[in-house]
């Protein structure tokens, strides 16, 4: 079944320490073009998530985020001293007044105003606070939203796979009208030839041996017997491909070249207005086509 390359999944998991959401996107691309904006402290694991991407996702464009976040605090904590801090800022201030002969009535009041005195809990916490996230933490929920895009993907390719094979049946229908049409374009012909035939025989440099090269020559130019064959049997392998288990969109793309060079030789040799109205229709069909196979992982 085919897969689009178009996808979205997302992936979250709530701690009371922390908050982490992993977010996955997927565009049509010819190989694998990755996107990670990570925190600072996970950049370290960037090797690890992108092995992870090309192995679950195989190609497409892709822009994989991951967010974490700590919760807030509540209001009693929501701020803490720097008690050596106000010590020192404390002490240098009334250095500072004894050598000017200052009063030191104010002095605590500004060196709580001090920087660094009182600091938000984000200013507070130690630096392996803000990075306490292990691999084992991380793993399955980037996994997850991997998953989660690839059955976005499996979704979408199921709604290709009918769009897609409803063409290829419109071009089977065609190829049946051509194949119907085709004794008629053959008995134009050959009336065409004969009257052609009456004229040059009662030529006095009529030539019957040449004629009669020319005539093969030209029967087989228009014939389009083996085009129609090879066309419906790409037909039949385009529809087999299109259930192969394995990733398919670059073998249809080549089969649908295939498709394409057939249609154009029996539109060049049919020499008939009918094939040829059916022929661009067909042509239509295959458009259509390679348009979804961009789309087809």
Known sequence: MLQSMTGYGTATRETDQYSLVVEAKSLNSKGLDLSLRLPRFLNDKELEIRN?????????????????????????????????????????????????????????????????????????????????????????????????????????????????????????????????????????????????????????????????????????????????VRLISHLHYFNETVFLPEPTGKKLAFISQEIGREINTIGSKANDPVIQHLVVEMKEELEKIKEQINNIL
Request: proline share 4%.
């Open 52 to 228: 992870m991407v090309t192995r679950a996702l195989g190609r497409g464009k892709i822009n994989l985020s991951v967010d974490f976040s700590r919760p807030r605090t509540t209001a009693s904590v929501q701020f803490a001293l720097n008690q050596e801090a106000l010590v020192a800022a404390y002490e240098e201030l009334s250095r500072a007044a004894e050598l000017v002969g200052a009063p030191k009535t104010d002095l605590f009041a500004l060196a709580l105003k001090m920087p660094g005195i009182i600091q938000s809990p984000s200013e507070a916490a130690r630096p392996d606070e803000t990075e306490a996230l292990s691999w084992e933490e991380l793993q399955p929920v980037v996994q997850e939203a991997l998953d989660k895009l690839n059955q976005f993907r499996q979704d979408e390719g199921q709604t290709l796979t009918t769009e897609i094979l409803s063409y290829i049946d419109r071009i089977r229908i065609l190829l049946a009208d051509v194949d119907r049409h085709d004794p008629v374009r053959v008995d134009t012909i050959r009336e065409k030839l004969r009257a052609h035939l009456a004229d040059l025989s009662t030529s006095e440099q009529f030539n019957a041996n040449r004629f009669e090269q020319e005539l093969l020559y030209y029967i087989e130019k228009l014939d389009i017997a083996e085009e129609k």
